[in-house]
């Protein structure tokens, strides 16, 4: 047989090696910032059109290339910064691997302009597909720039697997902000869609982070600080009370470079052992510095992840760092999380004496109603009852029941009712059980139903806000003092995005500043001490769309709203408020399915049953 053996041409080379290091348009920028980076850059500007689909232009005053170089540096295999295998263990510089250009040019329009500080003149370069168009001398400024154009234009698979451009530019503000927070000595611009998302003139770390983060962040921060022969550990630590429910700003930093450590990681969580909120994550900026010897990064393509050589002691010596210091700043006798934010005694009541609580019954009231509400505007839009259980036969007779008995789902009735008022139909209103604070029982003539509480709740109240968002505006309460939340820029950008459909839903606020937002009406099933919570979690699900990608912003919304609000897996539930939610869940129209496609309820036909005992 023929040899079939060849080696691959250069450019399909490229373009393999590209689909390890180009996963989205983030990782373009991740490569060309950390290239400024290593070519000396004081000043670096980002540049992004799309989301990063259209345009990415990173523009740096560093070294620049002379032109030989400038070709060159398209090569794969090309790199300045290591010559021999035993530099890759003495490593400073962020590239190493001399792939990145090659690879992007393999996928992209690039077009580079370069030019020494102390050459007259200087170079353009385009290319195309790991094609070179054109190289010519010209007038550029001294410095870098690269411009990357119709990113996979070549690879039309890759292009549709990005996603919206709010994710696309999540990630890109993600590798923004570690290379903006590993160098606060060099200044930083970042223009999306000719808006200024960041402008970061040189400054000190705390600054840095506060200046990427928004001002509230300052008042959160605590410094660590050790030094050791294996290790030396700078950064700030997020005090405990700030902790958010989402998981967000964790850096870790060795040598500069950021890195994912779900080790080290676990060592400053078990730092904060005992001081966080249940489901709150810790925030951290660590700085590790180590000897280049002692780590290698050159496991990975994208140098996210490394491996040090004595993992365990940086563990130990990080975890009493950061102990150390949560423990110097006083933060663990002053903690108090269970403290009821109801209970603060606004300043106006201050000095007044105390009046003897009148008792006012209002005997209409029910209290269950308002736990577990269903539709924010409930109070005011008056449902006719369900009857759950005709619905249910409804339901059942078009699931293709082989009998097709329409009685089959019928609440078995209370023996003590029948006969004596012939009502056998004055439904066992509270024949229903909780078992392990999670499900809910109902029998019913054939058999049982149950229901996963949470998953209910939230088929309930997503349908409620869904409605609410795109037809019927919800209630709204307003709060007795207006809240002011803080966020980031590119956060409140979100908020702003959204509030068309937020106020719909029954939220009332205003934005005070690119860092601000001041709450004033919020819908009225919610609890005023979860919004901050709740719009956490909002925005990073609408930052990182939570899974199983919604069909639009309206529907994104009611999925994380009725995620975050839901009653929990855990709670008790009096009867009353179980009944209530059995009516509200098969009142909606797809009662079976969670918004998130999850079951919702399984029932258990008394043939079923009647299996166990054979
Ligand atoms: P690596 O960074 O791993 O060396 P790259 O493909 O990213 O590989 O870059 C190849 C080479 O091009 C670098 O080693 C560097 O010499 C040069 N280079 C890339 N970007 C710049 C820049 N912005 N300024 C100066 N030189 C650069
Ligand atoms: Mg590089």
């Given at each position: 047989m023929a040899d079939i053996i060849q080696l691959l041409p250069d450019h399909v080379a490229n373009q393999i090696a590209a689909g390890e290091v180009v996963q989205r348009p983030a990782s373009v920028v991740k490569e060309l910032m950390e290239n400024a980076i290593d070519a000396d850059a004081s000043v670096i500007q980002l540049i992004v059109k799309d989301a990063g689909k259209s345009l990415i232009l990173v523009v740096d005053n560093g070294s620049g290339m002379s032109s030989t170089d400038a070709r060159l540096s398209l090569e794969r295999h090309a790199t300045s910064k290591i010559k021999t295998a035993s530099d890759l263990f003495n490593i400073n510089t962020k590239g190493f691997r001399g792939e990145a250009l090659a690879s992007i040019a393999a996928i992209a329009h690039l077009e580079m302009k370069s030019r020494l500080q102390h050459d007259p003149i200087g170079t353009i370069i385009r290319v195309e597909g790991s094609k070179v168009l054109s190289q010519e001398d010209a007038a550029v400024p001294s410095g870098t720039s690269i411009a990357v154009k119709n990113l996979f234009f070549n690879v039309p698979a890759r292009r549709n697997f990005l996603k919206s451009d709010q994710v696309e530019l999540r990630h890109i503000i993600d590798e923004f902000h570690r290379v903006a927070l590993a160098h606060p000595c060099v200044e930083f611009k970042f223009y999306h869609n000719d808006s200024e998302m960041f402008n970061l003139p040189v400054s000190k770390l705390r600054k840095r982070i506060v200046s990427v983060f928004g001002s509230k962040t300052n008042e959160k921060l605590v410094p660590v600080g050790e030094e050791t022969e294996v290790v030396r550990i700078g950064g700030f630590v997020g005090k405990p009370q700030f902790?958010?429910?989402?998981?967000?700003?964790q850096f870790f930093f060795v040598n500069d470079r950021f890195i994912k450590s779900p080790y080290l990681n676990h060592a400053v969580n078990s730092a904060f052992e005992g001081l966080l909120k249940e489901g709150a994550h810790a925030s951290y900026f660590l700085y590790l510095e180590v000897d280049p010897q002692g780590i290698d990064v050159n496991i990975h393509p994208t140098k996210t992840e490394i491996k040090f050589e004595d993992e365990h002691t940086i563990y130990a010596i990080l975890r009493a760092a950061v102990r150390h210091s949560l423990g110097q700043f006083s933060i663990a006798p002053v903690l108090d999380f269970e403290r009821d934010a109801s209970m603060d005694t606004p300043?106006?009541?201050?000095g007044k004496t105390a009046m003897r609580p009148e008792v006012d019954v209002d005997q209409s009231f029910n209290p269950f109603s308002k736990e577990i509400r269903s539709t924010p505007g409930q109070g005011f839009k008056k449902?006719?009852?369900?009857?759950w259980e005709s619905l249910y036969v409804g339901l059942e007779s078009k699931s293709n029941q082989p009998d097709g008995e329409s009685s089959h789902f019928e609440v078995e009735s209370d023996p003590d009712s029948?006969?004596?008022?012939?009502?056998?139909?004055?439904?066992?209103?509270?024949k229903t059980f909780q078992v392990q604070n999670k499900y809910i029982i109902k029998p019913i003539k054939s058999g049982l139903v149950i229901i996963n509480q949470h998953r209910a709740h939230q088929r309930i109240l997503y349908e409620s806000f869904l409605e609410e968002i795109t037809v019927n505006a919800g209630v709204s309460q307003q709060l007795m003092f207006p809240k002011q939340l803080h966020y980031s820029r590119p956060e409140t950008a979100v908020i702003r995005d959204l509030r068309p459909q937020l106020e719909q839903a029954g939220f009332v606020f205003e934005c005070l500043d690119d860092e601000a937002i001041e709450i004033n009406g919020i819908p009225s099933a919610m609890a005023e001490e979860k919004v901050s919570d709740i719009l956490d979690s909002l925005i990073r699900d609408v930052q990182q769309?939570?899974?199983?990608?919604?069909?639009s912003q309206s529907d994104l919304i009611a999925k994380s709203l009725a995620k975050s609000m839901a009653i929990k897996s855990g709670k008790h539930l009096g009867s009353e408020e179980r009944e209530f939610l059995i009516d509200k869940l098969f009142f909606c129209k797809e009662p079976d399915k969670s918004p998130f496609s999850k079951p919702v309820f399984v029932t258990l036909r008394a043939e079923d049953l009647e299996k166990f005992f054979i």
């Open positions: 902790a958010r429910k989402t998981r967000g700003e300043y106006s009541y201050k449902h006719k009852q369900a009857d029948v006969g004596m008022f012939g009502q056998e139909h004055t439904i066992a209103h509270f769309q939570v899974p199983g990608a919604s069909f």
